[in-house]
């Protein structure tokens, strides 16, 4: 199946600094991928989705300006922290769309980052 | 907006015994998906159902979509250690969104 590579995998900063992760798709391309928010033993919670080329789209009670994404290429999409803060302490997940015919679709997911700030 | 709920949210079983979750939507589902994440993992495909009323194995699990497209069924025969894990449904939740479940958390012991 598809492989989507996430890193870092794991990220430890101080209060106040931001922290970049990268999600690429190796071996197709993803014009959306999504960015998730899982707390420990919960579902995962639809941060923002990525469209290459254009702005993200966040959910409700989403920061933008905390949580910048940018979908440079058909493949990256990275998710900037910017001032983290203990609060921002979470893993978090992202995923490519891939299709597969006119109804087929599946999401492949990184294997997640999990930060904690300090 | 639209909820998709899954029970039960924890489920011990004997290894050997067989598991069952159910996934309700607040909505009629285009289609949905299950996915499977092991402890300390990411969340891995399973299967995506389509079609009202469909049943689809693998091995011995059993995915099944209701005929109202809102809701569906995992059921895994015969429970093993390796099936340990939380199991999510997910559909359609808006445009190109997709809407996780609550999620169901499977421990089987040995």
């Known amino acids: 199946g598809a492989v989507v590579s996430q890193h870092p995998s794991r990220v430890i900063c101080k209060s106040g600094t931001s922290v970049k992760i990268e999600c690429r798709s190796l071996d197709f391309q993803a014009t959306t991928m999504f960015w998730y928010r899982q707390f420990p033993k919960k579902s995962l919670m639809l941060m923002a989705t990525?469209?290459?080329?254009?702005?993200?789209?966040?959910e409700q009670g989403v920061e933008k300006d905390k949580f910048l994404i940018n979908h440079a290429s058909l493949t990256l999409s990275t998710l900037t922290v910017t001032s983290a803060h203990p609060e921002d302490s979470s893993f978090y997940i992202c995923s490519a769309r891939e299709y597969s015919g006119l109804l087929g679709e599946k999401l492949f997911f990184g294997s997640g980052t999990q930060l904690s700030v300090l | 907006g639209q909820q998709v709920m899954q029970i039960p949210q924890y489920q011990h079983v004997q290894e050997g015994e067989d598991f069952t979750t159910y996934c309700n939507s607040s909505t009629t589902l285009s289609n949905i998906q299950w996915y499977k994440q092991r402890p300390g993992g990411h969340p891995v495909f399973l299967i995506q159902l389509v079609k009202s009323g469909e049943v689809k194995k693998q091995k011995r699990l059993t995915f099944q979509f209701g005929e109202a497209k809102k809701n569906s069924s995992l059921h895994i025969t015969a429970t093993q250690t390796t099936d340990v894990g939380t199991y999510f449904c997910a559909g359609p939740g808006g445009y190109q969104k997709v809407t996780f479940g609550t999620g169901t958390k499977l421990q089987v012991i040995p």
């Open positions: 990525s469209n290459e080329g254009s702005k993200a789209t966040y």
